[in-house]
C-alpha cells in the first residue's frame, strides 16, 4: 500500500447530517473501510467540531434545521483553520441550481441522495488523494521559499561567508542576478542555468526593456521599486519564450540595499503544468460521473499536454488481453469507442504490467504489427493503468501524438493525475453494473417464489401480509399413478419428470396470467385472481384445466396410461398473502380453498371435477356434465358437475 493510500486510510471524517440514521449508515461503511468518523448533527456542534480539530474532509448535508449546509461551509471557508477542508454536499436536490449554490459556497464535490455506498467511497478517496497533492504541492513550494530566504540571509552575510554562498549559488538551477532600482542589469551571480538565453557579458549595462518584452518589464519595474520601498520581498510570475517554447517562471525580488535588488529567476513549468491539471480534474470533472466524465477527462488532457489523441479504456476480458474504450479524443473530438487486442499494442506492456509507460519517438518502428498506430500516424506514446482500491489493473489512460514527445516527469505527473481519477470512477461503474445485475439477480428469484405486486411490497414493508379477495378461482391437480411409477424409477429420473410435467403447467400458467401458488410432491396447485384482481380468471382457470388435461397425454405416450391426472376447480372468497419472516411463501386460506382441495381428491382420474358455483359461473362458455351430488369430507353432500370442454 502506497503512503497516499496510507494517509487515505487513516483520515479523520466528519459527518454532519441532522438525521442520524443517515450519520450512522455512512459511519459504519467509512469506518469499515479504515477512516476515522466524526459526528454532528447540526450545523453549530459541525462548526465547533471543525475548529477544535479540522477534519481531513467534511461529508455535509444541506438541508438542516436552524443552519444549513451552505452557511456552514460558507462560515468554514472564512475560518482560516478550516478553509482548507474539503466539503462533499450531500443533498437530495438534483437541480443545477442546487449544485451551482453548492460550489459557490465552497464546496468540492456533490453526491445526489439516495446514493450507491460505492459511490461515496470512490469520491472521498478522490478528495482526500487530491488534498495529498495539494499538500505535496504545498511543501514543495514552501520549500522553494525557504531556499530564496536563505539566500537572501547568505547575502546578508556576504562578506563573512562569500567562499560559501558563491558555491551554494553556482550549484542552483535558478538565474540570479543583481538589479538596480531602473531594472539595469549590474552582476549576474549563477550563469550556469538554462534560463539565460544570452551570454552574461552581453546583458550586464542593459536594462529589462531592452533585453525582456515591454509588458514583462513593466511589470518587473514596478515589483522592484515595491521591493526597495518597503523593503521585502516581491513575488511575480511571467512568462518567456525560448527557442519557440513558452515556460513559466517565478521571480523573487529580495533588496540588498537601498538601490538595488537580487532577482532570483526560477521554471515553475512543471509547477503550472501540475496546478492547471489539478484544476482541470477538479473543476472539469469533479461534478461529472459516467460517460460524461470520460469525455472530459479525455479532452482536458488532450489539451493539457497539447497532444493530438487521448483515451480510457477498461479491461474487456478476465485474461486482460483485450480492451474497451470508454473514450477516445481524436482530432478536436469525439471518435467512435473502439475495442480491441492487446497483443503486439504499447497498450499491452501498460495493462500487462501494470506500470507506466512512455515511447517519445519512433513507436510504430517499436511496434510495426499496430495497424492502428499507422492508421493514425502517431509517432509518440505514454500510457498508465488504472487500478482499483486493491491495486488491480482495470483499465489503462493513453496518449498519442503526430510528433514527438518529451518523457519527463510533469507528462508523468498528469497522467497520473488523471488516472486517479478515472481510476475511481471506472470502479465506481464496475461496481455499479456488478450491484445492478446482483439486483436484477435476486429480483428474478424473488419474483420466482411471489408475484410481483407482493414481492414490490415486502421490498419496503417486512410485517405480514394478508388480503380479502372476495372471488377466486382455485385449481388443485395431482398425477394419477405417480406413486407406482416412482418404484419403478430411478430417485433422479423421477425428478426430472415431474420437472418436465411442472414446467409445462407454469408455462400454461404465465400464457393464462395465473398464479402458481405451490407444488406438493406431484400435487400443483394455481389461482385465478390475485394478487391483482381480474374479471376473467375463472374462465382463464378453466382453460388451464383443459389444457394441462391435454398437456399429458404427451407423457403418456412414453410412461402409459398409468400416468393420468386429476383436478378440481372452485371459485369463492379466500384471504392470501405471506406470513413468517423466514422461508416464506404465498398461500391461500379459507373455505373456499378446502373445496377446491376435495374437488381434486374425490374426483377419477383423467376428470375434471367443479363445484355448482364453477358451473353457474362458466355453463354458457364451457361444456360440463352433471355428476350429481357427492358427499364432501367436512361439507357434508355437494353438487359437483365434470369440465368436459
Same mark, same amino acid.
Given at each position: 500500500?502506497?503512503?497516499?493510500?496510507?494517509? @487515505?486510510?487513516?483520515?479523520?471524517?466528519?459527518?454532519?447530517?441532522?438525521?442520524?440514521?443517515?450519520?450512522?449508515?455512512l459511519?459504519?461503511?467509512?469506518?469499515?473501510?479504515?477512516?476515522?468518523?466524526?459526528?454532528?448533527?447540526?450545523?453549530?456542534?459541525?462548526?465547533?467540531?471543525?475548529?477544535?480539530?479540522?477534519?481531513?474532509l467534511?461529508?455535509?448535508?444541506?438541508?438542516?434545521?436552524?443552519?444549513?449546509?451552505?452557511?456552514?461551509? *460558507? @462560515?468554514?471557508?472564512?475560518?482560516?483553520?478550516?478553509?482548507?477542508v474539503?466539503v462533499?454536499?450531500?443533498?437530495?436536490g438534483? =437541480?443545477?441550481?442546487?449544485?451551482?449554490?453548492?460550489?459557490?459556497?465552497?464546496?468540492?464535490?456533490?453526491?445526489?441522495?439516495?446514493?450507491?455506498l460505492?459511490? /461515496?467511497l470512490?469520491?472521498? @478517496?478522490?478528495?482526500?488523494?487530491?488534498?495529498?497533492?495539494?499538500? %505535496?504541492?504545498?511543501?514543495?513550494?514552501? =520549500?522553494?521559499?525557504?531556499?530564496? #530566504?536563505?539566500?537572501?540571509?547568505? %547575502?546578508a552575510?556576504?562578506?563573512?561567508?562569500?567562499?560559501?554562498?558563491?558555491?551554494?549559488?553556482?550549484?542552483?538551477?535558478?538565474?540570479?542576478?543583481?538589479?538596480?532600482?531602473?531594472?539595469?542589469?549590474?552582476?549576474?551571480?549563477?550563469t550556469?542555468?538554462?534560463?539565460?538565453?544570452?551570454?552574461?557579458?552581453?546583458?550586464?549595462?542593459?536594462?529589462?526593456h531592452?533585453?525582456?518584452? =515591454? *509588458?514583462?518589464?513593466?511589470?518587473?519595474?514596478?515589483?522592484?521599486?515595491?521591493?526597495?520601498?518597503?523593503?521585502?520581498?516581491?513575488?511575480?510570475?511571467y512568462?518567456?519564450?525560448?527557442? %519557440?517554447? %513558452?515556460?513559466?517562471?517565478?521571480?523573487?525580488?529580495?533588496?540588498?540595499?537601498?538601490?538595488?535588488?537580487?532577482?532570483?529567476?526560477?521554471?515553475? #513549468?512543471?509547477?503550472?503544468r501540475?496546478?492547471?491539471?489539478?484544476?482541470?480534474?477538479?473543476?472539469?470533472?469533479?461534478?461529472?460521473?459516467? @460517460?460524461?466524465?470520460?469525455?472530459?477527462?479525455?479532452?482536458?488532457?488532450?489539451?493539457?499536454?497539447?497532444?493530438?489523441? !487521448?483515451?480510457?479504456?477498461?479491461?474487456?476480458?478476465?485474461?486482460?488481453?483485450?480492451v474497451?474504450?470508454?473514450?477516445?479524443?481524436?482530432?478536436?473530438?469525439?471518435?467512435?469507442?473502439?475495442?480491441?487486442?492487446?497483443?503486439?499494442?504499447?497498450?499491452?506492456?501498460?495493462?500487462?504490467?501494470?506500470?507506466?509507460?512512455?515511447?517519445?519517438?519512433? &513507436?510504430?518502428?517499436?511496434?510495426?504489427?499496430?495497424?492502428?498506430?499507422?492508421?493514425?500516424?502517431?509517432?509518440?506514446?505514454?500510457?498508465?493503468?488504472?487500478?482499483d482500491?486493491?491495486?488491480d489493473?482495470?483499465?489503462?489512460?493513453?496518449v498519442?501524438?503526430?510528433?514527438?514527445m518529451v518523457?519527463?516527469e510533469t507528462?508523468?505527473?498528469?497522467?497520473?493525475?488523471?488516472?486517479?481519477?478515472?481510476?475511481?470512477?471506472?470502479?465506481?461503474?464496475?461496481?455499479? &453494473?456488478?450491484?445492478?445485475?446482483?439486483?436484477?439477480?435476486?429480483?428474478?428469484?424473488?419474483?420466482?417464489?411471489l408475484?410481483? !405486486?407482493?414481492?414490490?411490497?415486502?421490498?419496503?414493508?417486512?410485517?405480514?401480509?394478508?388480503?380479502?379477495?372476495?372471488?377466486?378461482?382455485?385449481?388443485?391437480?395431482?398425477? /394419477?399413478?405417480f406413486?407406482?411409477?416412482?418404484?419403478?424409477?430411478?430417485?433422479?429420473?423421477?425428478?426430472?419428470?415431474?420437472?418436465?410435467?411442472?414446467?409445462?403447467?407454469?408455462?400454461?400458467?404465465?400464457?393464462?396470467?395465473?398464479?402458481?401458488?405451490?407444488?406438493?410432491?406431484?400435487?400443483?396447485?394455481?389461482?385465478?385472481?390475485?394478487?391483482?384482481?381480474?374479471?376473467?380468471?375463472?374462465?382463464?382457470?378453466?382453460?388451464?384445466?383443459?389444457?394441462?388435461?391435454?398437456s &399429458?397425454?404427451?407423457?403418456?405416450?412414453?410412461?402409459?396410461?398409468?400416468?393420468?391426472?386429476?383436478?378440481?376447480?372452485?371459485?369463492?372468497?379466500?384471504?392470501?398473502?405471506?406470513?413468517?419472516?423466514?422461508?416464506?411463501?404465498?398461500?391461500?386460506?379459507?373455505? !373456499?380453498v378446502?373445496?377446491?382441495?376435495?374437488?381434486?381428491?374425490?374426483?377419477?382420474?383423467?376428470?375434471?371435477?367443479?363445484?355448482e358455483?364453477?358451473?353457474?359461473?362458466?355453463?354458457?362458455?364451457?361444456?360440463?356434465e352433471?355428476?350429481?351430488?357427492?358427499?364432501?369430507?367436512?361439507?357434508?353432500?355437494?353438487?359437483?358437475?365434470?369440465?368436459?370442454?
Open positions: 500500500m502506497t503512503e497516499s493510500q496510507n494517509n @487515505q486510510r487513516t483520515a479523520n471524517i466528519l459527518i454532519v447530517d441532522d438525521k442520524l440514521e443517515n450519520i450512522r449508515f459511519a459504519n461503511f467509512l469506518s469499515n473501510q479504515g477512516y476515522s468518523i466524526r459526528k454532528a448533527t447540526n450545523g453549530k456542534y459541525a462548526l465547533n467540531a471543525s475548529k477544535m480539530l479540522p477534519p481531513d467534511i461529508l455535509l448535508d444541506i438541508n438542516m434545521p436552524e443552519m444549513g449546509g451552505y452557511e456552514v461551509c *460558507e @462560515q468554514l471557508k472564512t475560518d482560516p483553520k478550516t478553509s482548507d474539503p462533499i454536499f450531500l443533498s437530495a438534483n =437541480e443545477i441550481e442546487d449544485k451551482l449554490k453548492a460550489f459557490q459556497a465552497g464546496g468540492i464535490d456533490y453526491i445526489t441522495k439516495p446514493f450507491q460505492e459511490e /461515496v470512490a469520491r472521498v @478517496q478522490t478528495q482526500l488523494n487530491l488534498k495529498t497533492l495539494q499538500q %505535496q504541492l504545498k511543501l514543495k513550494n514552501e =520549500e522553494l521559499q525557504e531556499t530564496v #530566504s536563505g539566500l537572501t540571509k547568505a %547575502q552575510d556576504l562578506e563573512a561567508s562569500q567562499s560559501e554562498l558563491l558555491a551554494l549559488i553556482k550549484s542552483m538551477n535558478e538565474l540570479i542576478y543583481v538589479l538596480d532600482a531602473q531594472g539595469q542589469y549590474l552582476k549576474f551571480a549563477n550556469n542555468t538554462k534560463l539565460l538565453f544570452q551570454p552574461s557579458e552581453d546583458i550586464v549595462g542593459k536594462t529589462i531592452d533585453v525582456l518584452p =515591454e *509588458e514583462t518589464a513593466q511589470v518587473l519595474l514596478v515589483e522592484i521599486r515595491e521591493a526597495l520601498a518597503r523593503q521585502e520581498t516581491r513575488e511575480v510570475e512568462s518567456l519564450t525560448f527557442s %519557440q517554447t %513558452q515556460i513559466e517562471v517565478s521571480a523573487s525580488i529580495s533588496p540588498i540595499s537601498l538601490n538595488s535588488v537580487l532577482c532570483v529567476v526560477r521554471d515553475i #513549468s512543471d509547477r503550472k501540475r496546478e492547471e491539471a489539478l484544476q482541470l480534474i477538479v473543476e472539469g470533472t469533479a461534478s461529472k460521473t459516467g @460517460q460524461d466524465f470520460f469525455q472530459a477527462c479525455v479532452q482536458y488532457l488532450a489539451e493539457i499536454l497539447g497532444i493530438r489523441y !487521448a483515451f480510457i479504456t477498461e479491461c474487456a476480458n478476465p485474461q486482460k488481453t483485450r474497451r474504450m470508454l473514450s477516445f479524443w481524436k482530432d478536436q473530438n469525439f471518435s467512435e469507442n473502439l475495442e480491441y487486442d492487446l497483443v503486439g499494442t504499447p497498450c499491452d506492456e501498460v495493462i500487462t504490467n501494470g506500470q507506466y509507460y512512455c515511447y517519445p519517438d519512433n &513507436i510504430i518502428a517499436r511496434f510495426p504489427d499496430d495497424a492502428d498506430l499507422v492508421k493514425l500516424q502517431a509517432q509518440s506514446y505514454a500510457g498508465i493503468p488504472l487500478l482500491t486493491t491495486g489493473v482495470i483499465g489503462h489512460i493513453a498519442l501524438d503526430t510528433h514527438p518523457d519527463d507528462r508523468k505527473l498528469v497522467l497520473k493525475i488523471f488516472a486517479a481519477r478515472a481510476g475511481a470512477e471506472l470502479e465506481r461503474k464496475i461496481t455499479d &453494473i456488478a450491484l445492478q445485475q446482483s439486483q436484477e439477480q435476486t429480483e428474478r428469484l424473488l419474483l420466482n417464489i408475484p410481483k !405486486a407482493i414481492a414490490d411490497r415486502l421490498k419496503t414493508d417486512t410485517r405480514a401480509i394478508a388480503e380479502q379477495f372476495d372471488e377466486v378461482t382455485i385449481l388443485f391437480s395431482d398425477i /394419477v399413478g406413486t407406482p411409477l416412482s418404484a419403478q424409477m430411478q430417485p433422479t429420473e423421477l425428478v426430472n419428470l415431474l420437472n418436465e410435467i411442472f414446467s409445462t403447467f407454469d408455462t400454461l400458467s404465465d400464457k393464462l396470467g395465473l398464479e402458481k401458488i405451490k407444488t406438493i410432491g406431484d400435487a400443483y396447485m394455481v389461482v385465478g385472481g390475485l394478487p391483482v384482481k381480474h374479471p376473467n380468471s375463472a374462465e382463464a382457470v378453466a382453460q388451464m384445466a383443459l389444457e394441462m388435461q391435454s &399429458i397425454v404427451q407423457f403418456q405416450s412414453h410412461y402409459g396410461e398409468v400416468l393420468q391426472i386429476r383436478i378440481g376447480i372452485n371459485t369463492g372468497p379466500v384471504v392470501a398473502g405471506v406470513i413468517g419472516v423466514k422461508k416464506f411463501s404465498y398461500d391461500l386460506w379459507g373455505d !373456499a378446502n373445496v377446491a382441495s376435495r374437488m381434486e381428491s374425490s374426483g377419477i382420474p383423467g376428470k375434471i371435477q367443479v363445484t358455483t364453477v358451473y353457474e359461473r362458466l355453463k354458457h362458455q364451457f361444456h360440463f352433471e355428476r350429481g351430488p357427492i358427499e364432501v369430507k367436512g361439507r357434508g353432500e355437494m353438487m359437483t358437475y365434470w369440465l368436459v370442454g
